[in-house]
């Protein structure tokens, strides 16, 4: 039961999200380009570096991205672009409620810059996505290039 109640939020939530806005998209007026509107995703690293006791999260994350070319091809005839961004570890609202030594112990993971992702960074990345026309059906990691070990 708590597998599946982490992929409907993370996985069927996402798809949800992607059918109501897209759809709200599809009756905008189309730019000059024909684009009517850009989807950005989130999954996580987890999607390929699932760590132990992280099957449900991993799996949901990897749906995401397995998800994001096969919409991009489906919502293209009316002119939606889509994307997902898959971030590392992050100094998040979240991440400042850990001990310092925890933050210090994920920084030192990171091969480089030996730090969190700053909040943005991973917005210039969303901005790239959105801003950039021909960006479209990408799964895009920032992590600073951490591959998550086993646990």
């Given at each position: ?46 999607a390929f570096d699932g760590q132990i006791g992280q099957a ?96």
């Amino acid at each position: 039961d708590a597998f599946k109640k982490v992929v409907a939020i993370n996985l069927v939530g996402t798809f949800d999200c992607i059918r109501i806005v897209g759809t709200a998209m599809s009756t905008n007026e189309p730019l000059a380009n024909g684009e009517r509107g850009s989807i950005c995703n989130m999954a996580s690293v987890a999607a390929f570096d699932g760590q132990i006791g992280q099957a449900s999260y991993s799996a949901s994350k990897g749906g995401v991205v397995g998800m994001t070319l096969p919409i991009a091809r489906d919502l293209s005839r009316e002119g939606i672009r889509i994307n997902t961004i898959l971030p590392g570890i992050f100094n998040t609202p979240l991440m400042n409620g850990a001990p310092q030594a925890v933050k210090d112990g994920l920084a030192a993971s990171v091969p480089f810059p030996k730090r969190l992702g700053h909040p943005h960074e991973f917005a210039q990345v969303a901005m790239t996505m959105i801003e950039c026309g021909y960006f479209n059906g990408e799964d895009v990691r920032i992590d600073g290039a951490i591959r998550m070990a086993p646990r």
